[in-house]
């Protein structure tokens, strides 16, 4: 071994978790979500909680078919008590009181409890006259918009609400917006029974993947979190890479991959595996900056990866209108992919700075693990198997596999749950579904204006006129260009918004522009998909970036810069599957689907080895650029481009190997 080598052995107890304190404020500052209220008085809080409780049992009660009603009550219900619990645990401003509830927010919280009230008094009303509004039916509506805009301010910040806003104008005077974008106008009242009296604006598509899809995996995650599953993926993924060269890194990408496709929220992730893994990852020798960055790119990655997706793929499939195993089998090789981009990355640079793993001796065994925990898998087999084999719905699905976590759970002492236990996670559930659906309600608002005023056909029109004007005689440029645009629009959508609102923001407005172009619909909404997660990333609204970065004690901007290197590959990843559907393996033979995971590899290693300048040995810019190019190549895969690719890989190997090599030391490195 060189002298220069540095012995980073990690004694684990040095690197002790970040605290929970420390944590929870990392989670207040950059998830609003979690800036809730914490009552001084007991009532309150026992109020809260039987409420939060009523809502969970209400959704599983529904999803169980025990009880059935027409969609839009069951949304109205659905906005109604996620409009109470935002009132009633979230403040109106930063500085108010975070001890008792405020008299403006009571009157809220009434009109909230009126609005569910309203539409079951005037449904048949509605269904008889073909949804034709009186005087108070436009009150009422108006108030319900007032309402959810206040309530998503409260909880998501000012973006989502000031956006809406712009479209309620939009719908209102949009004569007098440029002509690409201009339609008649409509009134105040045309735009309040569309968006209130309907299921097509705020009790629309938005509310109902809520309503049924996205409140059921959340408590599926919370039941999961509650028994012990975060420590399971924890130990496991130390298990598998902690004592690797720079194994705390890869423990934080595997762990944060597993628990990420179950919970949905990048931010929460970071603080959830970041409190373990940073401080391991620091100590072993990763940087401040560097450390932060892997734990918010494998966060991210998280809900790019199935099987659950953080509930993006029951959405997608609802949306397409497809199946869940389509969904499943176009997003499962470009989100391993994804992972193998940044795990190379962390191998190239503990290999690159000589940092070690930890010490097996320290580390749980497989074997333990399994025998502990291991049990903790069923549910999620249960649900893969129900979801694909089974032909139930997906809302059954999710129901049975709440069911069945809660008996498997039963099985080991580490995982029980007592009645108090699953109380507690029927609570949290509750309160983490206020944010992500208060936040579908507003985007209700979006969809609705959008699908009265047909302005996502006239942003695709503008987007595909750009990308055709700029390159007339030059199809594949054209297409170019228009996905660049689309990435652009949909990292915009983005900023700042759970990934489920921002993904219906941006197949609603981007995606059409892809689809007019003749990309299938399926890869369109998954391009779309991936750049409203990647906004987490990229500076300057990077959340998850910035909270990594809080917990490492890294600069903010530098971090978010890490990991967009870090996750270079997934920004290209999308173009790939844009320009060659095989990578998303629709109709893919034996020999196709090799030479396409094969390719993707490679082009993956390439792009690693260009963002770290390091394959067998450091390299020099003009390698590194080289070796970006051949990945380049690798992007539309062709007999061709695919050759060039692989034999650009061999020529670097073979350069540093008999032109570059040295031993990897200092003054080789500087030399090369």
Not at 24 to 48: C, D, H, Q, Y
Not at 283 to 291: H, R, S, V
Not at 292 to 320: C, H, K
Request: aromatic share 10%; glycine share 8%.
């Amino acid at each position: 071994m060189a002298d220069t080598e540095r012995d980073l052995t990690v004694e684990t107890a040095d690197a002790a978790p970040i605290d929970a304190a420390k944590g929870a404020e990392i989670m207040e500052k950059f998830e609003k979500e979690s800036r809730t209220r914490n009552f001084s008085a007991k009532p309150l809080v026992k109020a809260g909680y039987i409420l939060c409780l009523f809502f969970t049992l209400y959704h599983l009660v529904f999803a169980s078919g025990m009880v059935s009603t027409q969609n839009i009550k069951h949304h109205a219900v659905h906005v109604g008590l996620v409009l109470i619990l935002g009132f009633l645990y979230y403040p109106a401003y930063k500085k108010a009181s975070r001890k008792k509830v405020a008299w403006y927010d009571w009157i809220c919280i009434a009109l909230s409890v009126a609005m569910p009230c309203y539409v079951f008094y005037r449904y048949l009303d509605w269904t008889s006259t073909g949804f034709r509004p009186t005087q108070l039916d436009i009150i009422m509506g108006t108030l319900l918009i007032l309402l959810v805009m206040e309530c998503s301010r409260r909880i998501s910040g000012p973006a989502l609400t000031i956006l809406s806003a712009i479209f309620l104008i939009y719908g209102m005077y949009g004569r007098y917006f440029p002509s690409i974008f201009q339609h008649r106008g409509y009134s105040w009242t045309r735009m309040v029974q569309y968006l209130t009296c309907d299921i097509s604006g705020i009790y629309g598509s938005s509310v109902k993947v809520s309503a049924t899809f996205i409140v059921l995996f959340i408590i599926f995650g919370e039941v999961m979190n509650k028994c012990g599953m975060g420590q399971f993926f924890n130990d496991i993924a130390n298990a598998l890479a902690g004592h690797t060269k720079g194994g705390p890194a890869k423990v934080a990408v595997l762990a944060s991959g597993f628990l990420g496709s179950i919970n949905g929220s990048a931010v929460a992730n970071v603080v959830t595996t970041g409190t373990f893994t940073i401080p391991l990852m620091k100590k072993t020798g990763y940087t401040k900056e560097f450390a932060g960055a892997v734990e918010a790119t494998a966060s991210v990655g998280g809900q790019l990866l199935p099987p659950i997706m953080g509930a993006a793929a029951f959405v997608m499939a609802e949306t397409l209108g497809v199946d869940y195993p389509v969904i499943i089998k176009a997003a499962v090789l470009p989100a391993l992919i994804y992972y193998l981009g940044i795990i190379l990355q962390v191998q190239m640079r503990a290999t690159k700075d000589h940092l070690h793993g930890i010490p097996k001796d320290q580390l749980p065994r497989i074997g333990q693990v399994m025998r502990e925990r291991g049990h903790l898998l069923i549910p999620i087999i249960f649900l893969l198997y129900m979801l694909i084999w089974s032909g139930k719905t997906v809302i059954m699905v999710a129901f049975w596999t709440i069911i069945v976590t809660i008996v498997v759970a039963q099985l080991r002492p580490v995982s029980r749950m007592s009645l108090k236990d699953l109380c507690d996670a029927f609570v949290a559930g509750a309160k983490s579904t206020v944010s992500v659906a208060i936040a579908c309600a507003c985007v209700g608002i979006i969809v609705g204006v959008c699908a009265q005023t047909g302005f996502a056909l006239n942003v695709a029109s503008a987007i595909v006129s750009i990308g055709r004007n700029a390159v007339p005689d030059s199809p594949a440029i054209s297409l170019f260009l228009t996905l660049l645009f689309t990435m652009v629009t949909c990292m915009i959508l983005g900023m700042g918004l759970p990934s489920i609102p921002s993904y219906l923001i941006t197949a609603t407005i981007a995606a059409p522009a892809l689809v007019e172009l003749e990309v299938p619909a399926i890869a369109a909404h998954m391009f779309c998909f991936y750049f409203a997660m990647f906004a987490n990333l990229t500076p300057p609204v990077a959340l998850a970036s910035f909270a990594a970065a809080g917990l490492s004690g890294g600069n903010p901007m530098k971090t978010g810069v890490a990991s967009v290197k870090l996750a270079l590959a997934g920004f290209i990843i999308p173009y790939m599957f844009v320009y060659n559907q095989k990578l998303m393996l629709e109709n893919v033979g034996l020999l196709d689907g090799i030479q396409v995971v094969v390719t993707s590899c490679v082009g993956v290693l390439l792009i690693a080895a260009a963002v770290e300048g390091y394959l067998r040995g450091r390299m020099n810019i003009l390698l590194r650029l080289f070796s970006f190019g051949a990945a380049v190549l690798l992007i539309d895969s062709q007999p061709i481009t695919d050759i060039i690719g692989v034999a650009c890989l061999l020529i670097i190997l073979a350069l540093q190997m008999f032109v570059f090599h040295r031993h990897d030391d200092p003054s080789a490195a500087s030399a090369a």
